[in-house]
């Protein structure tokens, strides 16, 4: 794996710890509900994280099979 890909499959594995410890973390707080974050709002339900969780770790094998 090349050193672009390497940082790529690095910086994933981080996001992937982060989302899966957000899900934790608001499936035991039981929020399901849009938060206000700046004027922004910003998702925090478990789900939305599981879900990123997943497409992360698909990019970090799709990544690590490419040759």
Same mark, same amino acid.
């Given at each position: 794996?090349?050193?672009?890909?390497?940082?790529?499959?690095?910086?994933?594995?981080?996001?992937? #710890? *982060?989302?899966?410890?957000?899900?934790?973390?608001?499936?035991?707080?039981?929020?399901?509900?849009?938060?206000?974050?700046?004027?922004?709002?910003?998702?925090?339900?478990? *789900?939305?994280?599981?879900?990123?969780? #997943?497409?992360?770790? #698909?990019?970090?094998?799709?990544?690590? #099979?490419?040759?």
């Amino acid at each position: 794996m090349d050193e672009s890909r390497h940082r790529v499959v690095q910086f994933l594995e981080k996001e992937i #710890k *982060t989302y899966g410890a957000l899900a934790l973390f608001l499936a035991k707080r039981n929020i399901n509900e849009h938060v206000g974050v700046g004027r922004s709002r910003a998702l925090s339900s478990p *789900t939305y994280y599981k879900d990123r969780v #997943k497409e992360a770790q #698909k990019l970090v094998n799709e990544l690590g #099979k490419a040759h």
